[in-house]
Every structure is written in C-alpha cells, then in structure tokens.
C-alpha cells in the first residue's frame, strides 16, 4: 500500500477544530495540502471538541480533502471512527487502546502510528506491528494539556540508534526555526499542530518546513 510509507522529509500536520482559532479548520486544512503537507492527522480534542455525527462528518470532510492531494488520513485514538469510514490508519498514545489490539482490529494494511517517549516503548511499538512512531515532546509544548517532559533530541537519536530502519516523526514545539535540529537528529518526519494550524499564511509556513530539512541534512 503506497500510502503507508513516511519517507523524508515527511511534513505531519496534526489539526482539530479547536487548533485553528477563528478560521474554518477546513480552510486551514485544504492550504496546509496545497503547501504541501505529506501526511494529516485529525485530532479532535479539547473542551468543545466535535462528538457524535458532527465529528463524523468533519472527519469525511478532511478525508475527502486528504484523498484529493494524496494524502494518507489518519485519525487520532478513535479506532471506531477509523473503522467506520475507513480513514488510512489511526494513531494512538500509551494511555489508548493496545497497539497489538488496535493492529489486530485494522488489519496489515492500515497505517499505525505510536507516540513513545522512550526506547522501550519504540520496541513494544515495534512488537506491536507500528508503522513509525510519534517521539516527543521534543520540545516543550503548549498545544497538549498533558504534554510531557520533553524527550529532547536525545529521545530521538537514541531510537533512530536502536531501531535504523523504524520511521521516527518528531513532535513537540517544533518550528521551522528549530525542526532542521530534529532532521539532523534523524528524524523521517516532524508533526506540527500551532505552528502550521495557527500561521498567517499557511501554504508558506509547510514551505519553511520543507526548506529546513535542507538544512538539517548538511548537520
């Protein structure tokens, strides 16, 4: 399945409704695609987050927008969503469902992604079947409430050491003015939720993405 490859320079952007303040988060969706982001992930959370139907149909909207660049859709946490209207694959946290269950449920072809904040958990991610593993924070962060202590790039290399072959996105407080660190470190990808969700212009702040990965490559 082509989709499930997260190559470098891979720009993630990670997005809810409440990420994109007072502008139509499909708006801001549909610009970061045309900047070019290589991979979206819904994550609708927060104090008036989409439920029910109305987070279904958001979720078929951002999908029918990913599909016409491209661009896998991942859903965050929600298996059952995922499921229900066949998003690309699905990411979840330590705190969620078992990977090995969630990589059971989906079947072999499903992108699956889990975030990890050590090299033991990359191994259990690993053993699970994970397509590539979210490392972070890398920096400190203020978009996730239970954010934690930052990993830094040392998360980062040391998986990369252990595991070369396992595709690493980093995530965190990442900007443009610091992600060619993260390149540097060895990441294939770095996941972005207010720098790109929250630009004034949001194709150019993807652009600034990819150019900083030309300068973490000559680290």
């Known amino acids: 399945m082509a989709l499930k490859f997260i190559n470098k320079p891979s720009i ?19 610009e970061a695609l045309e900047g070019g982001i290589s991979h979206f992930q819904l994550r609708e959370k927060g104090q008036f987050a989409l439920t029910g ?24 946490d929600d298996v059952e969503l995922a499921e229900e209207i066949n998003a690309d694959g699905i990411h979840i946290g330590q705190e969620d469902e078992e990977a090995a269950a969630v990589r059971k449920r989906l079947g072999p072809d499903k992108i699956l992604g889990v975030s990890v904040h050590s090299v033991q958990e990359a191994a259990e991610a690993v053993g699970a079947g ?20 930052p990993a ?39 996941a972005v939720i207010s720098s790109i969700a929250q630009a004034e212009d949001v194709a150019h702040q993807v652009k600034l993405f990819s150019h900083s990965y030309k300068k973490g490559a000559l680290k």
């Open 12 to 30: 993630y952007f990670i997005m809810g409704t409440e990420n994109t303040g007072t502008r139509h988060p499909l708006t801001v969706l549909k």
């Open 152 to 190: 830094g790039l040392v998360g980062i290399l040391s998986v990369k050491s252990t595991y070369p072959n396992l595709p690493v996105i980093g995530i965190g407080g990442i900007t443009p003015e610091n992600a060619e660190n993260v390149w540097a470190a060895g990441a294939e990808g770095v």
């Open 53 to 76: 139907d109305e987070l279904k149909q958001f979720a078929k909207d951002c999908q029918q927008l990913c599909r016409a660049y491209g661009v896998p859709f991942i859903i965050n």
């Open 130 to 149: 994970a397509d590539y593993v979210g490392m972070g924070p890398v920096f400190p962060t203020y978009t996730k409430s239970d954010a934690k202590k």
